[in-house]
């Protein structure tokens, strides 16, 4: 089993859709959480960590379930810019240290 | 800020060659890792450095790959001799201590072996 999974999708919704992400952990021990994201042929960029009492940037929700050990992304109004993949990051300390990354979920936004 | 920076873009060689990819980090970040990106394999941590120390290489996949960070501001990922498979995006990164504290990548460094 990965100690990091993802479902790959590819998610295919319309612009104003909101679409939800999970992404489950096997390391009980794990400690700080993360979603990043990348573009096609580009490097992976932090979206946003995602902290014990769930956190909000703008359109943007991340959800931690710390004893069915899983995190979420919750985009609402999705933009076609918002086409992406989006990898869920897991480290077993806080600070930094090794990060375990899933596979990634592609979304793709149509008009 | 200059972010982290990785040299080359795109590397072709011919199997057996000796390749070296470099990495200078953030100044100021005092950890630093090498991964490695394919559609079979997603993104793979090959090894970690912290202040300069290598912590932990067991992704380095066999003895053909060496890293090694001179200083705090460089470091190499070499792979010699290299072989078809290791055709992939290999990406630098770095970070500091902290809670919280993201990673940041370089653009990375396409390798494609003949």
């Known amino acids: 089993r990965k100690e990091v999974e993802q479902d790959p999708g590819p998610f295919n919704v319309p612009e104003g859709a909101t679409v939800a992400f999970n992404c489950t952990y096997s390391?009980?021990?794990?400690?700080?959480f993360f979603w990043y994201r990348q573009d096609c042929r580009k490097e992976p960029k932090l979206l946003m960590s995602?902290?014990?009492s769930g956190n909000e940037d703008g359109r943007f929700t991340a959800q931690l379930n710390r004893a069915s050990q899983y995190i979420s992304l919750l985009i609402r109004d999705s933009k076609l810019s918002d086409s992406a993949t989006y990898l869920c990051?897991?480290?077993?300390?806080?600070?930094?240290?090794?990060?375990?990354f899933g596979d990634g979920t592609t979304l793709t936004v149509k008009p | 800020d200059a972010g982290v920076i990785q040299s080359p873009r795109h590397e072709v060689t011919e199997m057996g060659q000796e390749v070296t990819l470099r990495c200078k980090p953030i100044?100021?970040?005092?950890?630093l890792f090498w991964y490695r990106q394919t559609m079979m394999r997603g993104l793979e941590l090959l090894i970690y450095?912290?202040?300069?120390?290598?912590?932990?290489d067991s992704g380095m996949p066999e003895d053909r790959f060496s890293a090694k960070m001179p200083n705090a501001s460089f470091s190499t990922l070499k792979i010699q001799p290299s072989e078809p498979r290791d055709s992939a995006v290999y990406f630098c990164a770095s970070s500091r201590t902290g809670e919280y504290s993201p990673l940041h990548f370089g653009n990375g460094t396409r390798l494609t072996v003949t």
């Open positions: 990051v897991v480290n077993i300390n806080t600070n930094a240290g090794k990060s375990t």
């Open positions: 390391n009980s021990a794990s400690q700080s």
């Open positions: 995602v902290y014990s």
């Open positions: 100044s100021g970040h005092d950890y």
């Open positions: 450095f912290n202040n300069n120390v290598p912590i932990d």
